[in-house]
Structures are given as C-alpha cells and as structure tokens.
T-cell receptor
C-alpha cells in the first residue's frame, strides 16, 4: 500500500528500557509529525519535521524523548528509560506540504501502542 | 491556554442525522479539521474549513464560524459504520494542530 506505515504495531517494555518506534511516511511527503495519544483523548503534538529538519520539538515531554529523520524520509522516535506514564499510542502522520487543494491534510499511520510495565 | 471542546459521547439512530459541535479558543487560527477515528485505528481526514460557512461532502458537512470560535460536523443518513470517534482539530498561529479529545458516536439500529 501507499499509506503511512509504523512499526512495531505493539510494544511492551519494562520500565527503564529504551524503545525505538519507526515511521515510514508516504513517499514524497515533506512534512512528518509525531503525536502521542492517550486512551480516550485526542492526539497530542510531539514534534515536526520538514524533510530532515526538525522544526518544532516543543511537544516532547522530556529529554528522554528524541526523534530523528536523517534522510528526510523514515523517522524514528526514541524513548529512553521508559516510564509507565509513557504508555500510549504513538501516531505518525505525513503531509504533502504546499498541496493547494488540501493544504494541511495529514495522513496518519496505524500507530504503535506502547505499554510500559 | 489553548482549548478545544467537544462532547464526550453522542448516541444516534441508524438513518438519522447527528450534529457534533466543537468550540475552540486558540492562539491564532489557520483552519479547522474534522477527523474520524475508528477504535484502534488511525484518524482519517474528513474535512477542512478555513472560511466561514458550510462545506458539504456527500453525507458529511462541516460548518465554521470564526467569530464565534465554533464548528460542527453534520452526518446524514447515518450508517452503522459511522460509529467512531470524531476529532476536531485547529491549526494555530504556529501551524500546529491542536486537537480536541474527540466525540464518541454510537449508532443504534
């Protein structure tokens, strides 16, 4: 398919363990976003890339969270020393920045459900 | 602070019409989105409004009043597959999407 893919779909980590979540955006999409979604809540912004540049990381909850997109395509969200409050679904979205008809439509991946025990 | 309000849950009958409201207070406004999210799945785009008025797209319509900080999503001829959460999100002055908590819509036969 040509959609946004994320892996793994489910991850169980012991408290204190490091995890890495991968996002493959739609080919050619310039913008990439990471969100955190708690159960019954809307997504909360974490960080934003335009190509390989991380233009906004204001939503990252602590310095344990780190994201990269080194070649402007695949992105990885890394969480170090996981805590129970990190348990959530992590959504990745990509956008074809500058598209005239739907200027800011974001296409979401299926998410990674992280459970920290 | 920034705030998006929408009802937590609504129930409607198959074949009927339902209106889901959203009010917002954000730092700047560059458009309002509605997304549909089925349980355990990713949000999917429904509509985008940046000017006042009604945008109609098939069974779904979205309305915006910028002066009132208000939008609604109107769903007609409800089908069982419309059971989902409906998320309102505003693009603020930094072009960051601010999301509501979502309205869970339950459709009964």
């Amino acid at each position: 398919g040509a959609g946004v893919s994320q892996s793994p779909r489910y991850k169980v980590a012991k408290r204190g363990q490091d995890v890495a979540l991968r996002c493959d955006p739609i080919s050619g999409h310039v913008s990439l976003f990471w969100y955190q979604q708690a159960l019954g809540q809307g997504p909360e912004f974490l960080t934003y890339f335009q190509n390989e540049a991380q233009l906004d990381k204001s939503g990252l909850p602590s310095d344990r969270f780190f994201a990269e997109r080194p070649e402007g395509s695949v992105s990885t969200l890394k969480i170090q020393r996981t805590q129970q409050e990190d348990s959530a679904v992590y959504l990745c979205a990509s956008s074809l920045a500058g598209e005239l008809s739907k200027p800011y439509e974001q296409y979401f991946g299926p998410g990674t459900r992280l459970t920290v025990t | 602070g920034q705030n998006i309000d929408q009802p937590t849950e609504m129930t409607a009958t198959e074949g009927a019409i339902v209106q889901i409201n959203c009010t917002y207070q954000t730092s700047g406004f560059n458009g309002l989105f509605w997304y549909q999210q089925h349980a355990g799945e990713a949000p999917t785009f429904l509509s985008y409004n940046v000017l006042d008025g009604l945008e109609e797209k098939g069974r779904f319509s979205s309305f915006l009043s910028r002066s009132k900080g208000y939008s609604y999503l109107l769903l007609k001829e409800l089908q069982m597959k419309d059971s989902a959460s409906y998320l309102c999100a505003v693009l603020d002055s930094n072009y960051q999407l601010i999301w509501g908590a979502g309205t869970k819509l339950i459709i009964k036969p």
